[in-house]
C-alpha cells in the first residue's frame, strides 16, 4: 500500500504528480496490485490525478489498469475529482490513434493561444 500523504501534503497540481509517480512505478514493475491510500489528503485536482494514476489508464488498458489499481480514503470532493479524471481517460484511451492525434493537435493549438 502506498500511503500517499508520505509523499505529498495535497493531491494538487503536477509537481506533487511527479513526487509521488515513481513510488507508483516502482510498485508497478514489483507487485500485481497498487492500492493508493489517500488518507490526510484535503485538496485534489483532475490535474493531480491525471498525472500521476489515470494515465496509466491509457498505457495499461482499462481492464488492466481496474485490475490493478485500488484508490482508498478519497473526501467526497476527492472521489469526484478521481472519478472525472478516469472517465476522461477511459474515453480517451478508446479514441483511434487519428482521434488521439486530433485531440493532441487541438489541445496545442489551445496552449498556443493562451
Do not use: C, W
Not at 39 to 62: D, E, P
Not at 77 to 82: A, E, L, Q
Not at 83 to 91: G, Q
Amino acid at each position: 500500500m502506498i500511503h500517499v500523504s508520505d509523499y505529498i501534503k495535497n493531491a494538487f497540481s503536477i509537481d506533487d504528480a511527479n513526487k509521488i509517480t515513481p513510488r507508483i512505478e516502482e510498485e508497478l514493475l514489483k507487485e500485481d496490485k497498487i492500492v493508493l491510500d489517500f488518507s490526510g489528503i484535503r485538496f485534489y485536482t483532475t490535474l493531480f490525478f491525471n498525472n500521476a494514476i489515470t494515465k496509466y489508464v491509457v498505457s495499461l488498458g482499462v481492464k488492466e489498469y481496474k485490475r490493478r489499481f485500488s484508490i482508498v480514503n478519497l473526501s467526497e470532493v476527492g472521489k469526484t475529482t478521481y472519478e472525472h479524471s478516469l472517465s476522461n481517460a477511459v474515453s480517451y484511451s478508446e479514441l483511434s490513434e487519428e482521434q488521439r492525434n486530433e485531440a493532441a493537435a487541438i489541445a496545442s493549438d489551445t496552449l498556443e493561444d493562451l
